[in-house]
T-cell receptor
Framework: AQKVTQAQTEISVVEKEDVTLDCVYE???????LFWYKQPPSGELVFLIR??????QNEISGRYSWNFQKSTSSFNFTITASQVVDSAVYFC?????????????FGQGTELSVKP | DGGITQSPKYLFRKEGQNVTLSCEQN?????MYWYRQDPGQGLRLIYY???????QKGDIAEGYSVSREKKESFPLTVTSAQKNPTAFYLC??????????????FGSGTQLSVL
């Protein structure tokens, strides 16, 4: 069975601090995809990144970076120099091949609060 | 602008009543999904559809029903059999490509509450 665990329920930081959101996943598939989404107070989920299981390259996009490690089944997300606008709930998600329905399995989410 | 439209934004259900949540997309996506979000539990899959006139149960389908008569539309009915319907409901869609797993696009959600 597939499972995603985000052990951090809530994180609070002060603006300009770096923060890492943890994500651990379980799957027996050899081909799978990992995602991060941001959910601001408005409720709509905003796509941040997708990674496939064959690409372990870390990625940086502005203040965001992602560390994918298959050896530890982790896909962690770091925000550098956090800002108040980063306050949101962040979800890590996992899916198998599209022939499995293309559905995403979500973690419980981490609520990030960035204080000025 | 292309996107997913969910309506209404807020919905109230009386005991024993069925209610229907609307989800429309103009992204020409083949697959559509319904998720339920409860505080502290993340998103759980209710139903999904990869093609018109076909749909599959997700992890928590009991008490819900769907239809997929048109590619653009995937309405969700919360029936009276769903004893705890209060939640935030999110609709999503994705395009289909054989070689990759496309991301899901999400609507802005419907908050359903019981009167």
């Amino acid at each position: 069975a597939q499972k995603v665990t985000q052990a951090q329920t809530e994180i609070s930081v002060v603006e300009k601090e770096d923060v890492t959101l943890d994500c651990v996943y379980e799957t027996r598939d050899t081909t799978y995809y990992l995602f991060w989404y941001k959910q601001p107070p408005s409720g709509e989920l905003v796509f941040l990144i997708r990674r496939n299981s064959f690409d372990e390259q870390n990625e940086i996009s502005g203040r965001y970076s992602w560390n994918f490690q298959k050896s530890t089944s982790s896909f962690n997300f770091t925000i550098t120099a956090s800002q108040v606008v980063d306050s949101a709930v962040y979800f890590c998600a996992l899916s198998g091949d599209y022939n499995q329905g293309g559905k995403l399995i979500f973690g419980q989410g981490t609520e990030l609060s960035v204080k000025p | 602008d292309g996107g997913i439209t969910q309506s209404p934004k807020y919905l109230f259900r009386k005991e024993g009543q069925n209610v229907t949540l609307s989800c429309e997309q103009n992204l020409n996506h083949d697959a559509m999904y319904w998720y339920r979000q409860d505080p502290g539990q993340g998103l759980r899959l209710i139903y999904y559809s990869q093609i018109v006139n076909d749909f599959q149960k997700g992890d928590i389908a009991e008490g819900y029903s769907v239809s997929r008569e048109k590619k653009e539309s995937f309405p969700l009915t919360v029936t009276s059999a769903q004893k705890n319907p209060t939640a935030f409901y999110l609709c999503a869609s994705r395009g289909v490509r054989v070689s990759t797993n496309e991301k899901l696009f999400f609507g802005s959600g419907t908050q359903l509450s019981v009167l």
